[in-house]
Nanobody
Framework: VQLVESGGGSVQDGGSLRLSCAAS????????MGWFRQAPGKERERVAG??????YYADSVKGRFAISRDNAKNTVYLQMNSLKPEDTGMYYC????????????????????WGQGTQVTVSS
């Protein structure tokens, strides 16, 4: 399984970016996908997760970020709007071998595969 993120970059406060995560050797099916991020000097934190028909968001991004997927392209997206400087960090895509629910999507230990990350920098 290989996950490759793209779409990161530098934007101003209030800007938007769309991250992509292309998966190979992995079929979404009923399994879950997630996005996590890590800022310098901070622990990795959950951002968003999804399984079929369900999406989950960290409180800090709710209403601004949207996770989606294109099964035909085997790609997961993270649309990020109204970006803030505190959204700065390395963003990682992750794939789970099980469906995700509200009680398990937030824990990195429930994901089996991780991408290499894409950097997002938001300046004020």
């Amino acid at each position: 399984v290989q996950l490759v993120e793209s779409g990161g970059g530098s934007v101003q406060d209030g800007g938007s970016l769309r991250l992509s995560c292309a998966a190979s050797g992995y079929t979404f099916g009923s399994k879950g996908m997630g996005w996590f991020r890590q800022a310098p000097g901070k622990e990795r934190e959950r951002v968003a997760g999804m399984s079929v028909g369900r999406t989950y968001y960290a409180d800090s991004v709710k209403g601004r970020f949207a996770i989606s997927r294109d099964n035909a392209k085997n790609t997961v997206y993270l649309q990020m709007n109204s970006l803030k400087p505190e959204d700065t960090g390395m963003y990682y895509c992750a794939a789970s071998s099980v469906p995700l629910w509200d009680w398990n999507w937030r824990f990195g230990s429930n994901y089996n595969y991780w991408g290499q990350g894409t950097q997002v920098t938001v300046s004020s």
